[in-house]
């Protein structure tokens, strides 16, 4: 027996509020992937672990709030609570390798391809593995062509995010790259979707294992709540974040940096390594103590 799939029960509500979480993730982790490629130093790797964790949490909290209006008529639908929160891990880990290639390796075309490549199948694992996390008594199918177009717009799309959180800098700019980031999230996985089909078997309207879209809704709260209130510490404790340096694509002898890459530490010049600078560096008191 085919079922009856409906993918926007509740209307405009939860494509609206998936999209506007995906920004939010997006926006959140361009900002901090952005600050670490000010800061060289300690804190790069934090800087690279928050963006992950936020573009990683934002993409599945969009996609559990948009399967909340996906029903099937003939079958309630459940969900099981080990796979669903794996499908998280498996996005935030994913993301973070991918920012992780290009925060340390920067714009090239190499660092974007593959960075892009690993965080957009990433993203496609999360929805598919997800979507195995379903419980109705059917059986879910896909249409191949359109699961390979999902997952080819989900690695254009991470591939430019990739790029986007490397070279744009600005707040405004980086505002409008969340926003097209939030669009090409929710087009993956709406395009996902459109490949479903449901076969039932037994009687219609047995239900499923697992635990329920409404019951999912509390922890899936939880995302929006910790996304609002970092995104508040951060800005409190680094305004730099928000609103950027206006000289910060200069390096501190005035020279302009590559694109893409970190600015030079002081007393370091052009193509020379950073360890090298580090030696020829003034050593504090060495003017008084004439051992420089």
Same mark, same amino acid.
């Given at each position: 027996?085919?079922?009856?799939?409906?993918?926007?029960?509740?209307?405009?509500?939860?494509?609206?509020?998936?999209?506007?979480?995906?920004?939010?993730?997006?926006?959140?982790?361009?900002?901090?992937?952005?600050?670490?490629?000010?800061?060289?130093?300690?804190?790069?790797?934090?800087?690279?672990?928050?963006?992950?964790?936020?573009?990683?949490?934002?993409?599945?909290?969009?996609?559990?709030?948009?399967?909340?209006?996906?029903?099937?008529?003939?079958?309630?639908?459940?969900?099981?609570?080990?796979?669903?929160?794996?499908?998280?891990?498996?996005?935030?880990?994913?993301?973070?390798?991918?920012?992780?290639?290009?925060?340390?390796?920067?714009?090239?075309?190499?660092?974007? #391809?593959? @960075?892009?490549?690993? !965080? $957009?199948?990433?993203?496609? *694992?999360? %929805?598919?593995? +997800?979507? /195995? =996390?379903?419980?109705?008594?059917?059986?879910?199918?896909?249409?191949?062509?359109?699961?390979?177009?999902?997952?080819?717009?989900?690695?254009?799309?991470?591939?430019?995010?990739?790029?986007?959180?490397?070279?744009?800098?600005?707040?405004?700019?980086?505002?409008?790259?969340?926003?097209?980031?939030?669009?090409? #999230?929710? @087009?993956?996985?709406? !395009? $996902?979707?459109?490949?479903? *089909?449901? %076969?039932?078997? +037994?009687? /219609? =309207?047995?239900?499923?294992?697992?635990?329920?879209?409404?019951?999912?809704?509390?922890?899936?709260?939880?995302?929006?709540?910790?996304?609002?209130?970092?995104?508040?510490?951060?800005?409190?404790?680094?305004?730099?974040?928000?609103?950027?340096?206006?000289?910060?694509?200069?390096?501190?002898?005035?020279?302009?940096?590559?694109?893409?890459?970190?600015?030079?530490?002081?007393?370091?010049?052009?193509?020379?390594?950073?360890?090298?600078?580090?030696?020829?560096?003034?050593?504090?008191?060495?003017?008084?103590?004439?051992?420089?």
């Amino acid at each position: 027996m085919q079922g009856t799939v409906d993918g926007f029960s509740y209307g405009l509500v939860t494509p609206v509020a998936a999209y506007v979480m995906a920004c939010l993730g997006g926006a959140l982790g361009l900002r901090c992937t952005t600050r670490s490629i000010r800061d060289g130093g300690s804190f790069k790797p934090g800087w690279l672990a928050l963006g992950a964790t936020a573009i990683g949490s934002g993409i599945w909290t969009m996609h559990f709030i948009a399967m909340m209006g996906f029903t099937v008529a003939e079958a309630p639908v459940g969900y099981d609570r080990p796979t669903t929160f794996a499908s998280l891990a498996v996005a935030i880990v994913m993301a973070g390798i991918g920012i992780f290639i290009v925060g340390y390796r920067g714009a090239t075309r190499m660092a974007l #391809v593959t @960075g892009g490549t690993i !965080t $957009g199948l990433g993203v496609a *694992s999360m %929805h598919y593995l +997800g979507m /195995a =996390g379903m419980r109705l008594q059917g059986r879910v199918e896909y249409d191949t062509l359109t699961v390979v177009l999902s997952v080819v717009i989900a690695v254009v799309a991470a591939t430019w995010a990739l790029w986007a959180a490397v070279m744009v800098h600005s707040f405004l700019a980086s505002l409008g790259a969340s926003l097209v980031m939030g669009i090409a #999230v929710s @087009g993956m996985h709406y !395009t $996902g979707m459109a490949a479903v *089909s449901v %076969h039932l078997h +037994g009687a /219609a =309207g047995s239900a499923g294992t697992g635990e329920s879209a409404a019951t999912l809704l509390a922890p899936m709260l939880v995302g929006p709540v910790v996304f609002l209130l970092l995104a508040a510490v951060v800005v409190m404790f680094d305004p730099l974040l928000v609103m950027g340096r206006p000289d910060w694509q200069q390096s501190p002898q005035g020279i302009p940096a590559r694109p893409g890459v970190p600015a030079q530490r002081a007393g370091q010049r052009r193509g020379q390594p950073a360890a090298w600078a580090a030696d020829r560096s003034p050593r504090r008191g060495s003017q008084q103590s004439g051992d420089w």
